[in-house]
Nanobody
């Protein structure tokens, strides 16, 4: 059973960058599709980015991004470190939120449906001013 721990959040000025990490334990992160979601108080959890399972292969991974972050955020995976990253550039105040990573088994369901993810990390706060 995989467990996820996020890190890397913090406070940054608009235009700056942060890199979030999602470290997995208990299982191989490459076996799962990993999504990054964010949430602000009173709003639904929003899909930010997703990387498909690798199955031990370095080719064939698919990535998806929410419209509001395309061209600014990049999701990647390091199977050797059992970690998925979210590189966030050109940050805007509206990117401020609690960021969560989540895991799901291989699925054909659209990537940004939060209920499809069975395992969640505790979240890491990002504040852009």
């Amino acid at each position: 059973h995989v467990q996820l721990v996020e890190s890397g959040g913090g406070s940054v000025q608009a235009g700056g960058s942060l890199r979030l990490s999602c470290a997995a334990s208990g299982s191989t992160i490459g076996s799962y599709g990993i999504g990054w979601f964010r949430q602000t108080p009173g709003k639904e959890r929003e899909g930010v980015a997703y990387i498909s399972p690798s199955g031990g292969m370095t080719s064939g991974e698919l990535t998806f991004y929410g419209d509001s972050v395309k061209g600014r955020f990049t999701i990647s995976r390091n199977n050797a470190k059992n970690t998925v990253y979210l590189e966030m550039n050109s940050l805007k105040p509206q990117d401020s939120a609690m960021y969560y990573c989540a895991a799901r088994r291989p699925s054909s369901v659209v990537w940004d449906r939060a209920p499809e993810f069975g395992v969640w990390g505790q979240g890491t706060q990002v504040t852009v001013s």
